[in-house]
């Protein structure tokens, strides 16, 4: 019996089995046992190599290197953090959406923010902010169909998540961009259930021309709580671009960019060229992780 070597993609992961994206075909694989003995989980969203067996099934031989992974949801591979945020009740806090963009930079992993319900708040200063700090910055209405043309653009050909806390409109923009997208989603909904205890489940689906991961919520949303994956201190200033002209233009090697005498991005905060509001929630997110680290409690 001759077995053939294939690429793809995990496009979902459920009770031990892997569906693997491989040109046109999902292939139903079982994970070969080096895994669990070389400690790899395979995520959804990761390159993989598998075996096909004549019988249409495979057996998943190798992970292939990771441009990123995040903890919660376990996904791989992210090209793109798709933020819904509105100006509309629920009004977006831009602390969570700088908490989340930040995970996303750190993981070289393009956020893109969407200001949705554009149709009933014209939040510009949430745009001109978030434009300003050179984050691709949409205005969407999934009512009037308002920049759904332009991020359709944007998720071809990529491996997208989108995130966005609990009334923003998330599912809405989603389904406008593509109808079949509620149909897949609520049949999984139906057959694992909605019990607290139902396994989480992160699954692609093709939206656009590219894979979509509907995820349940980055914890990023309850980082005030002492959830989320723990940003670095000592590299989180790189993760806000607008910050990256000034950084070590600093008086003082090492500067934090809170209250240091000398600190460029403090001088450019103060010649308007750093916006106010997004250096407050850099020194929050700088506590937080100095709070998270050991080394940083002093």
Request: aromatic share 8%.
């Amino acid at each position: 019996m001759s077995m053939t070597r294939d690429e793809g993609v995990i496009r979902k992961a459920l009770s031990g089995f892997y569906y693997v994206q491989c040109g046109g075909d999902l292939v139903t694989c079982r994970a070969r046992g080096k895994f669990r003995y070389q400690k790899i989980t395979p995520l959804v969203g990761d390159r993989v190599v598998i075996a096909r067996q004549p019988d249409g099934t495979g057996s998943l031989t190798e992970v292939l290197p990771r441009r990123n992974a995040f903890q919660r949801p376990a996904v791989a591979n992210i090209d793109q953090m798709v933020i819904i945020a509105s100006g509309a009740i629920p009004v977006s806090d831009p602390f969570l959406l700088d908490r989340i963009i930040s995970l996303a930079e750190s993981k070289g992993c393009q956020p893109i923010l969407c200001i949705n319900k554009w149709d009933l708040v014209q939040a510009q200063d949430l745009l001109d902010l978030y434009r300003g700090a050179g984050i691709p910055t949409l205005a969407v209405s999934a009512q009037t169909g308002q920049g759904l043309e332009e991020l359709r653009g944007m998720l071809a050909g990529k491996l997208s998540a989108f995130t966005g806390n609990s009334g923003v409109g998330k599912s809405s923009i989603l389904n406008a961009l593509d109808p079949t997208f509620a149909l897949a989603t609520g049949e999984i909904s139906e057959k694992l259930g909605r019990g607290r205890h139902t396994t989480r489940h992160v699954e692609f689906f093709p939206v656009a021309g590219g894979l979509i991961a509907d995820t349940p919520g980055f914890s990023a949303f309850d980082a005030e709580k002492g959830g989320g994956e723990p940003l670095d201190k000592d590299t989180l200033a790189e993760t806000f671009r607008e910050f990256r002209p000034y950084l070590g233009q600093c008086r003082f090697v090492g500067c934090a960019h809170v209250k240091e005498a000398g600190c460029a991005v403090l001088e450019a905060v103060k010649a308007g060229k750093i916006s106010p509001s997004r250096h407050r929630s850099y020194v929050r997110l700088y506590d937080l992780a100095k709070a998270n680290q050991p080394w940083g409690k002093s």
